[in-house]
């Protein structure tokens, strides 16, 4: 799987859009971008992922640039529950369960009051 | 999303036992699961591929021996930590794929072992 690289850690105001940023410039034609959180003491949560179109859901935005090298996960109003690790992941896809998830450092965000 | 759950929740016991630790997907079926461990202040590393009906794989490092994994059915899956010793306490948790392939997490299990 290729490797990603993120900012270690980012503040952001509440109620503010939060861009947390992502580069995977080894990605393959046929890997994923997967974006997961983990707040303090829980297991990592689902957020979205995205082959090369941009993707939305009600938790957020997942926009990745036309060369898919890199990509920008975005939480449009962000709260203080929102503070936590951000983990991008890029894995091959596709319906083949056998692909496990391989996590980096991540992006810790804080979101202040 | 899809549901995984971990019991216990959290764990307390001597050196020298064993601790059995319980992965369900409530609401689909896996036939693989991961199992992770996570040290404080660390990201998740995967310790072993679950998978249903047939023997666990291991990451390097990990003792298959002391970290014994049964995949019972399609929704269970159990880690036993075997002979547990003060440097084994960790966060472990597991997740199980969809049939869409994404990968959902439980909530995590604290082993602390005295």
């Known amino acids: 799987d290729a490797k990603t690289t993120q900012p270690p850690s980012m503040d952001c105001a509440e109620g503010r859009a939060a861009n947390l940023p992502c580069n995977h410039s080894t990605i393959s034609g046929n890997e994923y971008v997967y974006w997961y959180r983990q707040i303090h003491s829980q297991g990592p949560q689902y957020i979205i992922h995205g082959l090369k179109n941009n993707e939305t859901n009600e938790m957020a935005s997942l926009i990745i640039t036309e060369d898919r090298k890199s990509s920008t996960l975005i939480l449009p109003h962000a709260t203080l529950r929102d503070t936590a690790v951000y983990y991008c992941?890029?894995?091959?896809?596709?319906?083949?369960?056998?692909?496990?998830?391989?996590f980096g450092g991540g992006t810790r965000l804080m979101v202040k009051p | 999303g899809a549901v995984v759950s971990q019991h216990p929740s959290w764990v307390i016991c001597k050196s020298g036992t064993s601790v059995k630790i319980e992965c369900r997907s409530l609401?689909?079926?896996?036939?693989?699961m991961f199992w992770y461990r996570q040290f404080p202040k660390q990201s998740l590393m995967l310790m072993a591929t679950?998978?249903?009906?047939?023997?666990?794989?291991?990451e390097q490092g990990v003792e298959k021996d002391k970290f014994l994994i049964n995949h019972a059915s399609l929704t269970l899956s159990t880690l036993t930590v075997t002979s547990a010793h003060p440097e084994d306490s960790s966060f472990y948790i597991c997740?199980?794929?969809?049939?869409?392939?994404?990968?959902?997490f439980g909530p995590g299990t604290r082993l602390t072992v005295l």
């Open positions: 997740s199980a794929p969809t049939r869409a392939d994404t990968q959902y």
């Open positions: 609401d689909f079926q896996a036939t693989t």
């Open positions: 992941i890029v894995r091959v896809g596709g319906g083949n369960a056998g692909n496990m998830l391989t």
């Open positions: 679950s998978n249903e009906g047939s023997k666990a794989t291991y």
